[in-house]
Protein backbone atom coordinates (compact mmCIF):
# COMPACT_ATOMS: atom_id res chain seq x y z
CA UNK A 1 0.00 0.00 0.00
CA UNK A 2 1.22 3.43 -1.07
CA UNK A 3 2.06 6.06 1.56
CA UNK A 4 -0.76 8.20 -0.37
CA UNK A 5 -3.39 5.78 0.41
CA UNK A 6 -2.41 4.79 4.32
CA UNK A 7 -2.50 8.70 4.46
CA UNK A 8 -6.40 8.92 2.91
CA UNK A 9 -7.42 5.51 5.22
CA UNK A 10 -5.83 7.81 8.21
CA UNK A 11 -8.16 10.62 7.39
CA UNK A 12 -10.92 8.65 7.27
CA UNK A 13 -10.63 6.72 9.71
CA UNK A 14 -10.19 10.04 11.81
CA UNK A 15 -13.45 11.39 10.29
CA UNK A 16 -14.87 8.25 11.37
CA UNK A 17 -14.20 8.53 14.46
CA UNK A 18 -14.97 12.41 15.06
CA UNK A 19 -18.61 11.26 13.39
CA UNK A 20 -19.27 8.09 15.94
CA UNK A 21 -17.72 10.33 18.88
CA UNK A 22 -20.10 13.53 18.47
CA UNK A 23 -22.95 10.98 17.74
CA UNK A 24 -22.35 9.31 20.89
CA UNK A 25 -21.93 12.75 23.02
CA UNK A 26 -25.27 13.57 20.97
CA UNK A 27 -26.90 10.33 22.69
CA UNK A 28 -25.31 10.51 25.81
CA UNK A 29 -26.78 14.24 26.00
CA UNK A 30 -30.88 12.84 25.27
CA UNK A 31 -30.57 13.54 21.23
CA UNK A 32 -32.03 11.51 18.61
CA UNK A 33 -31.85 11.86 15.09
CA UNK A 34 -34.78 12.87 13.47
CA UNK A 35 -35.30 11.30 9.80
CA UNK A 36 -38.56 13.46 9.38
CA UNK A 37 -36.62 16.80 10.02
CA UNK A 38 -33.40 15.64 8.80
CA UNK A 39 -31.63 16.59 12.09
CA UNK A 40 -31.01 15.97 15.58
CA UNK A 41 -33.47 16.82 18.48
CA UNK A 42 -33.57 17.31 21.98
CA UNK A 43 -35.61 13.70 22.90
CA UNK A 44 -38.42 14.04 25.74
CA UNK A 45 -39.40 11.30 28.43
CA UNK A 46 -42.90 10.17 29.38
CA UNK A 47 -43.02 9.25 33.49
CA UNK A 48 -46.19 6.94 34.80
CA UNK A 49 -46.98 6.25 38.50
CA UNK A 50 -49.74 3.72 39.11
CA UNK A 51 -52.00 3.23 42.35
CA UNK A 52 -50.82 -0.92 41.21
CA UNK A 53 -48.38 -3.02 39.33
CA UNK A 54 -48.87 -2.91 35.68
CA UNK A 55 -47.83 -3.68 32.14
CA UNK A 56 -46.72 -0.19 29.91
CA UNK A 57 -47.22 -0.34 26.53
CA UNK A 58 -46.38 2.55 23.46
CA UNK A 59 -48.31 2.88 20.99
CA UNK A 60 -49.38 -0.47 21.23
CA UNK A 61 -45.93 -2.38 21.84
CA UNK A 62 -44.73 -3.53 25.07
CA UNK A 63 -42.28 -1.64 26.98
CA UNK A 64 -42.14 -3.02 30.30
CA UNK A 65 -43.78 -3.36 33.71
CA UNK A 66 -43.91 -0.74 36.71
CA UNK A 67 -41.13 -0.96 38.87
CA UNK A 68 -41.86 -3.33 42.12
CA UNK A 69 -41.31 -0.56 44.69
CA UNK A 70 -43.62 2.11 43.81
CA UNK A 71 -45.04 0.97 40.35
CA UNK A 72 -43.40 3.88 38.10
CA UNK A 73 -41.89 3.73 35.05
CA UNK A 74 -40.10 6.00 32.46
CA UNK A 75 -40.21 5.97 28.89
CA UNK A 76 -37.32 7.70 27.78
CA UNK A 77 -35.43 8.96 24.58
CA UNK A 78 -38.96 10.10 22.46
CA UNK A 79 -38.68 12.32 19.71
CA UNK A 80 -40.76 14.97 20.32
CA UNK A 81 -44.90 13.90 19.29
CA UNK A 82 -47.85 12.18 20.15
CA UNK A 83 -48.06 8.87 21.74
CA UNK A 84 -50.80 6.08 22.64
CA UNK A 85 -49.33 5.38 26.19
CA UNK A 86 -51.54 2.01 27.90
CA UNK A 87 -51.64 0.82 31.87
CA UNK A 88 -52.91 -2.41 31.87
CA UNK A 89 -53.05 -5.29 34.77
CA UNK A 90 -54.44 -8.61 35.39
CA UNK A 91 -58.24 -8.09 36.14
CA UNK A 92 -57.44 -4.37 36.45
CA UNK A 93 -59.51 -1.41 34.86
CA UNK A 94 -56.83 -0.25 32.07
CA UNK A 95 -55.80 3.48 31.66
CA UNK A 96 -55.38 4.78 27.96
CA UNK A 97 -53.88 8.61 27.11
CA UNK A 98 -52.69 9.77 24.24
CA UNK A 99 -49.71 11.75 25.43
CA UNK A 100 -47.63 14.78 23.51
CA UNK A 101 -43.84 14.52 24.32
CA UNK A 102 -42.79 18.04 23.98
CA UNK A 103 -38.34 18.54 23.16
CA UNK A 104 -36.42 18.05 25.81
CA UNK A 105 -39.19 18.00 28.48
CA UNK A 106 -41.15 15.04 30.64
CA UNK A 107 -44.59 14.24 30.52
CA UNK A 108 -45.58 13.60 34.22
CA UNK A 109 -48.19 11.76 34.72
CA UNK A 110 -47.82 10.39 38.70
CA UNK A 111 -51.61 9.77 39.72
CA UNK A 112 -52.52 6.87 37.50
CA UNK A 113 -55.10 4.71 39.02
CA UNK A 114 -56.52 1.43 37.84
CA UNK A 115 -58.86 -0.69 39.35
CA UNK A 116 -59.68 -4.27 39.91
CA UNK A 117 -62.62 -5.48 38.44
CA UNK A 118 -63.50 -8.93 39.97
CA UNK A 119 -66.45 -8.80 42.25
CA UNK A 120 -64.88 -8.77 45.44
CA UNK A 121 -63.17 -5.99 44.62
CA UNK A 122 -66.23 -3.75 43.47
CA UNK A 123 -67.64 -4.70 46.53
CA UNK A 124 -65.17 -3.79 48.64
CA UNK A 125 -65.20 -0.04 46.50
CA UNK A 126 -68.78 0.43 46.17
CA UNK A 127 -68.37 0.36 50.38
CA UNK A 128 -65.47 2.60 50.16
CA UNK A 129 -67.70 4.91 48.05
CA UNK A 130 -70.39 4.46 50.10
CA UNK A 131 -67.97 5.94 53.41
CA UNK A 132 -67.11 9.04 50.73
CA UNK A 133 -70.79 10.08 50.26
CA UNK A 134 -71.62 9.03 54.04
CA UNK A 135 -68.98 10.89 56.12
CA UNK A 136 -70.36 14.56 56.37
CA UNK A 137 -68.03 16.52 53.82
CA UNK A 138 -67.35 20.08 54.24
CA UNK A 139 -69.26 21.78 50.93
CA UNK A 140 -71.64 24.56 53.19
CA UNK A 141 -74.23 26.21 52.00
CA UNK A 142 -74.69 30.36 52.26
CA UNK A 143 -75.78 31.10 56.09
CA UNK A 144 -78.40 33.50 55.62
CA UNK A 145 -78.22 36.82 57.80
CA UNK A 146 -81.32 38.91 58.51
CA UNK A 147 -81.24 42.42 57.40
CA UNK A 148 -84.31 44.42 58.46
CA UNK A 149 -86.03 46.41 56.07
CA UNK A 150 -86.92 50.14 57.55
CA UNK A 151 -89.86 49.59 59.28
CA UNK A 152 -93.38 50.75 58.49
CA UNK A 153 -96.85 50.94 60.13
CA UNK A 154 -98.00 48.62 57.93
CA UNK A 155 -94.90 46.87 56.99
CA UNK A 156 -93.20 44.21 58.90
CA UNK A 157 -89.37 43.52 58.60
CA UNK A 158 -88.73 41.40 55.45
CA UNK A 159 -85.35 39.32 55.59
CA UNK A 160 -83.26 39.90 52.70
CA UNK A 161 -80.06 36.75 52.55
CA UNK A 162 -76.78 37.32 52.20
CA UNK A 163 -73.84 34.90 51.22
CA UNK A 164 -71.75 34.58 54.05
CA UNK A 165 -67.70 33.16 53.86
CA UNK A 166 -65.62 32.07 56.68
CA UNK A 167 -61.43 31.13 56.10
CA UNK A 168 -62.69 27.56 56.28
CA UNK A 169 -65.13 27.92 53.35
CA UNK A 170 -64.14 30.14 50.57
CA UNK A 171 -66.75 28.74 48.47
CA UNK A 172 -70.57 27.99 49.07
CA UNK A 173 -73.48 27.29 47.22
CA UNK A 174 -76.08 29.82 47.31
CA UNK A 175 -79.62 30.30 45.69
CA UNK A 176 -78.12 27.62 42.63
CA UNK A 177 -75.28 29.72 42.62
CA UNK A 178 -71.52 28.48 43.29
CA UNK A 179 -69.92 31.30 44.82
CA UNK A 180 -66.21 32.18 45.89
CA UNK A 181 -64.59 35.31 47.99
CA UNK A 182 -61.13 35.89 46.93
CA UNK A 183 -59.73 39.62 47.69
CA UNK A 184 -62.48 40.50 49.68
CA UNK A 185 -64.83 40.29 46.26
CA UNK A 186 -67.93 37.91 45.71
CA UNK A 187 -67.41 35.95 41.98
CA UNK A 188 -69.95 33.69 40.52
CA UNK A 189 -67.96 30.32 39.66
CA UNK A 190 -71.22 28.69 37.77
CA UNK A 191 -75.25 28.70 38.45
CA UNK A 192 -77.50 25.67 38.40
CA UNK A 193 -75.14 24.16 40.94
CA UNK A 194 -76.57 21.26 42.33
CA UNK A 195 -74.10 20.35 45.02
CA UNK A 196 -70.31 20.74 45.62
CA UNK A 197 -67.87 18.94 47.37
CA UNK A 198 -63.92 20.42 48.73
CA UNK A 199 -60.63 18.15 47.96
CA UNK A 200 -59.45 16.67 51.08
CA UNK A 201 -56.35 19.11 50.97
CA UNK A 202 -59.12 22.18 49.93
CA UNK A 203 -56.75 22.93 46.98
CA UNK A 204 -59.84 21.96 44.53
CA UNK A 205 -63.77 22.40 44.61
CA UNK A 206 -65.40 19.55 42.44
CA UNK A 207 -69.50 20.43 41.74
CA UNK A 208 -71.86 19.09 39.26
CA UNK A 209 -74.92 21.09 37.56
CA UNK A 210 -78.52 20.99 36.14
CA UNK A 211 -76.62 20.42 32.43
CA UNK A 212 -75.49 17.08 34.01
CA UNK A 213 -71.78 18.23 33.81
CA UNK A 214 -68.74 17.87 36.52
CA UNK A 215 -66.44 20.71 36.89
CA UNK A 216 -63.85 21.55 38.73
CA UNK A 217 -61.80 24.76 40.05
CA UNK A 218 -58.83 25.22 41.79
CA UNK A 219 -57.95 27.18 44.27
CA UNK A 220 -54.42 27.50 44.72
CA UNK A 221 -51.83 27.41 42.10
CA UNK A 222 -50.05 23.57 41.71
CA UNK A 223 -46.68 22.92 41.40
CA UNK A 224 -47.49 19.32 39.76
CA UNK A 225 -48.48 18.41 36.10
CA UNK A 226 -50.71 19.55 34.85
CA UNK A 227 -49.82 23.23 35.80
CA UNK A 228 -53.19 24.67 37.03
CA UNK A 229 -53.55 28.00 38.60
CA UNK A 230 -55.43 29.63 41.26
CA UNK A 231 -58.95 30.23 39.65
CA UNK A 232 -58.59 27.67 36.93
CA UNK A 233 -61.71 25.72 36.13
CA UNK A 234 -62.39 23.21 33.57
CA UNK A 235 -65.01 20.58 32.87
CA UNK A 236 -64.50 17.16 33.48
CA UNK A 237 -67.57 15.97 31.78
CA UNK A 238 -71.15 15.78 30.55
CA UNK A 239 -73.22 13.12 31.63
CA UNK A 240 -76.77 11.62 29.50
CA UNK A 241 -78.10 10.76 32.98
CA UNK A 242 -78.90 12.39 36.45
CA UNK A 243 -75.52 13.69 38.60
CA UNK A 244 -76.59 12.78 42.31
CA UNK A 245 -73.98 13.36 43.82
CA UNK A 246 -69.84 14.27 43.03
CA UNK A 247 -67.38 13.84 45.66
CA UNK A 248 -63.42 12.84 45.71
CA UNK A 249 -62.25 9.22 45.60
CA UNK A 250 -58.64 8.72 47.55
CA UNK A 251 -57.01 11.82 47.44
CA UNK A 252 -57.18 15.07 45.41
CA UNK A 253 -56.85 14.30 41.61
CA UNK A 254 -59.83 11.69 41.19
CA UNK A 255 -63.97 12.30 41.20
CA UNK A 256 -66.45 10.07 42.04
CA UNK A 257 -69.55 10.77 40.64
CA UNK A 258 -72.88 8.89 41.47
CA UNK A 259 -76.04 7.96 39.31
CA UNK A 260 -79.37 6.97 40.54
CA UNK A 261 -80.63 4.30 38.88
CA UNK A 262 -84.24 3.22 38.19
CA UNK A 263 -84.53 0.50 40.57
CA UNK A 264 -83.18 3.15 43.14
CA UNK A 265 -79.64 1.56 43.10
CA UNK A 266 -76.49 3.61 43.07
CA UNK A 267 -74.18 3.35 40.24
CA UNK A 268 -70.36 4.73 40.31
CA UNK A 269 -68.08 6.42 37.68
CA UNK A 270 -64.19 7.20 38.75
CA UNK A 271 -62.50 10.13 36.68
CA UNK A 272 -59.43 11.73 36.91
CA UNK A 273 -59.21 15.69 36.91
CA UNK A 274 -56.00 15.59 34.79
CA UNK A 275 -57.72 16.09 31.16
CA UNK A 276 -54.59 15.99 29.52
CA UNK A 277 -55.06 12.94 26.32
CA UNK A 278 -58.49 12.13 27.36
CA UNK A 279 -60.23 11.34 30.54
CA UNK A 280 -60.14 8.18 31.96
CA UNK A 281 -63.25 6.74 34.09
CA UNK A 282 -63.78 3.29 35.37
CA UNK A 283 -67.78 2.26 35.63
CA UNK A 284 -69.08 -0.18 38.31
Not at 97 to 125: C, M, N, W, Y
Not at 204 to 230: A, F, G, S
Not at 242 to 251: I, K, P, S
Amino acid sequence: MSKKSRRILFYMALALFLVLSYTTLLYAQGYKYSFASGKFIKTGSIYLKSSAGARVYLNGSYEGDTSFLGDSFTISKLLPNKYRVELSGENYSKWVKDITVSEGLVSDFRHVIILPTDETSKAQLRAEIDKIFTTPAFSPMAKISSTPVVKKKTIKPTPTSTPTFSENAPVILFSGKLLRSQDGQTKEIDSGVTGFAFSPNRNKVTWRNTNNEVWVIWLKDMDYQPHKKDGDTEKISRFGQTVNRVGWFRGDDHIVVEFKNKNASSSYQILETDTRGGVNAVDF
